[in-house]
């Protein structure tokens, strides 16, 4: 709701605790509901081709705009993509072992932290950060003497 009122900043993103501790599921968890939070706020599009104004003609009395693959082609396209919240009918994600939303955010979490390769930075932007921290740990006396 704040996001549709304009707020563009999410604070608390995987904090538990009052903010004292993180939690990587919980920040992942966080990730889908603001992806979800994103897509709202891209609004609706209205055109000629979401309005379906040819179908709404076509459709009798005794017939539904459900049934039409018009209708599912928009839904597919217009729908956002929760890639952990499952939202498939109990028996099918009880026989895929029915975990919780937390345990897949977790399982998610844990690929990450070990799959993801950080992009060292430009040699100029590392070197400009060194001097900065030189300069800190100088004016602080804490720096280390390099023989």
């Given at each position: 709701?704040?996001?549709?009122?304009?707020?563009?900043?999410?604070?608390?993103?995987?904090?538990?605790?009052?903010?004292?501790?993180?939690?990587?599921?919980?920040?992942?968890?966080?990730?889908?509901?603001?992806?979800?939070?994103?897509?709202?706020i891209g609004?609706?599009?209205v055109?000629?081709a979401?309005l379906?104004?040819?179908?709404?003609?076509?459709?009798?009395?005794?017939?539904?705009?459900?049934?039409?693959?018009s209708?599912?082609?928009?839904?597919?396209?217009?729908?956002?993509?929760?890639?952990?919240i499952?939202?498939?009918?109990?028996?099918?994600?009880?026989m895929?072992?029915?975990?919780?939303?937390?345990?897949r955010?977790?399982?998610?979490?844990?690929?990450?932290?070990?799959?993801?390769?950080?992009?060292?930075?430009?040699?100029?932007?590392?070197?400009?950060i060194?001097?900065?921290?030189?300069?800190?740990?100088?004016?602080?006396?804490?720096?280390?003497?390099?023989?």
């Open positions: 709701m704040p996001a549709l009122g304009g707020a563009n900043q999410i604070y608390g993103a995987g904090m538990i605790e009052s903010g004292v501790t993180i939690d990587y599921a919980v920040l992942v968890m966080d990730n889908e509901i603001a992806r979800m939070c994103k897509y709202v609004g609706i599009p055109n000629d979401t379906m104004v040819d179908e709404i003609h076509a459709v009798s009395s005794k017939e539904d705009f459900l049934s039409r693959k209708t599912r082609d928009n839904m597919r396209a217009h729908q956002s993509r929760a890639e952990l499952d939202r498939r009918v109990r028996e099918e994600w009880l895929d072992g029915g975990t919780d939303l937390y345990h955010c977790n399982e998610k979490a844990k690929e990450v932290v070990e799959s993801h390769k950080v992009e060292p930075l430009p040699s100029d932007v590392a070197a400009e060194r001097a900065i921290v030189n300069e800190v740990e100088k004016k602080a006396g804490v720096a280390l003497s390099v023989a």
